[in-house]
């Protein structure tokens, strides 16, 4: 059974750098089967879509976020990354990684991290 | 304001059907991309439902089904119980928008 665990800090300054990091149990982020994905939830946009790493290292990112967000993979740990840059109160969310399949169109996300909140405050 | 709209909350008694519709448009569900149904009880992560339209994932109730047509998608939730009583949420891509996209959610309350 495969579980996803996200960890990181959960309170981060305005202008600052939210860091997490997602591990990944009960299967290789190796396997090139999947796409690793970042999924944030906030009370005022629910769920938005941040983007995904192929084991390979190649990316997607929402458009909207595109020039913040930086998604990395470390095959040796089994883990995955997100750097978001220059945050504001308007990133406080909880933040789930996720797995979807690699498929043709849009694949749905099978398996979700437990989510962290991180909040952003001075 | 979500690319794909979902009512904010139906309600039901136990044992009665309701639905959830997920209303898209020409870039996005009408233009044939998957649509996808998730369910998330109160202080949890989403968790998968419907994939691909009407597809149910291996230990999901048959008394969840899902349907397309035209620029809307479905959730039906046939013999309510109380368990079922949380927020569901539609996800599709939209091309025009190049992006992954989630409808608002819809709390469902058993009565």
């Known amino acids: 059974q495969v579980q996803l665990q996200e960890s990181g800090p959960g309170l981060v300054k305005p202008s600052q750098t939210l860091s997490l990091t997602c591990t990944v149990s009960?299967?290789?982020?190796?396997?090139?089967?999947?796409?690793w994905s970042w999924i944030r939830q906030s009370a005022g946009k629910g769920l938005e879509w941040i983007g995904r790493i192929y084991t390979s290292g190649s990316t997607r990112h929402n458009p909207s976020l595109k020039s913040r967000v930086t998604i990395s993979v470390d095959t040796s740990k089994n883990q995955f990354s997100l750097k978001l840059s220059s945050v504001t109160a308007a990133d406080t969310a909880v933040y789930y990684c996720a797995r979807s399949i690699v498929a043709a169109g849009t694949p749905p996300f099978d398996y979700w991290g437990q989510g962290t909140l991180v909040t952003v405050s001075s | 304001q979500s690319v794909l709209t979902q009512p904010p909350s139906v309600s039901g008694a136990p044992g009665q059907r309701v639905t959830i519709s997920c209303t898209g448009s020409s870039s996005n569900i009408g233009a044939g991309y998957d649509v996808h149904w998730y369910q998330q009880l109160p202080g949890t992560a989403p968790n998968l439902l419907i994939y691909g339209n009407f597809n149910r994932p291996s230990g999901v109730p048959d008394r969840f089904s899902g349907s397309q047509s035209g620029t809307s998608a479905s959730l039906a939730i046939t013999g309510l119980q109380a368990e079922d009583e949380a927020d569901y949420y539609c996800?599709?891509?939209?091309?025009?928008?190049?992006?992954?996209?989630f409808g608002g959610g819809t709390k469902v309350t058993v009565l």
């Open positions: 996800q599709s891509y939209d091309s025009s928008l190049s992006n992954v996209v």
């Open positions: 009960g299967g290789s982020i190796s396997s090139g089967s999947y796409y």
